[in-house]
């Protein structure tokens, strides 16, 4: 895992401000998950993060190395969108866990966290984590780095 930081992130499509002046830091081993109402920008941060779209201004680094001009295949990184992508009939812990098992490092430790055995939030429930039960009022993105 790497280090993500956007630092002054702004992204435009014409006259609309998509993102504007976003500083995040997503630490070294840390899970993170945006989560938030269609149109707020998790997936266009997302994008960005990926290589997909290059920030308007801002600056994105993973590992401590700005990105800019770094192509979506060479920055290492996986993304889930919303509920498009994902098996409906896994779990979203399972769908998750799907891509990571292809890159587990070897103290197994996304093993563990995709098939349930390391210690899960009590604020989770079995209902909750099913892809296609998510309210359609929250969605969630998430991004993890394989550095």
């Not at 895992?1 to 840390?30: Q, S």
């Not at 994902?86 to 799907?98: A, D």
Request: hydrophobic share 30%; charged share 25%; glycine share 12%.
């Amino acid at each position: 895992m790497a280090e993500v930081a956007l630092e002054g992130i702004g992204k435009r499509y014409g006259a609309t401000a998509a993102l504007a002046d976003v500083d995040l830091t997503v630490r070294d081993g840390e899970f993170f998950t945006l989560v938030g109402p269609s149109g707020c920008g998790k997936t266009t941060t997302l994008r960005l993060i990926a290589g997909f779209e290059a920030p308007t201004v801002g600056t994105v680094r993973i590992g401590g190395r700005d990105t800019a001009g770094v192509p979506p295949e060479r920055r290492d990184v996986g993304v889930v969108f919303q509920s498009y992508a994902l098996f409906p009939h896994m779990t979203v812990r399972e769908n998750v866990g799907y891509g990571l098992r292809f890159r587990d490092p070897p103290d197994g430790t996304w093993r563990g966290w995709a098939t349930g055995t390391r210690r899960r939030s009590p604020a989770a429930s079995d209902s909750a984590s099913r892809s296609p039960g998510r309210s359609r009022r929250d969605r969630t993105c998430s991004c993890s780095t394989n550095r």
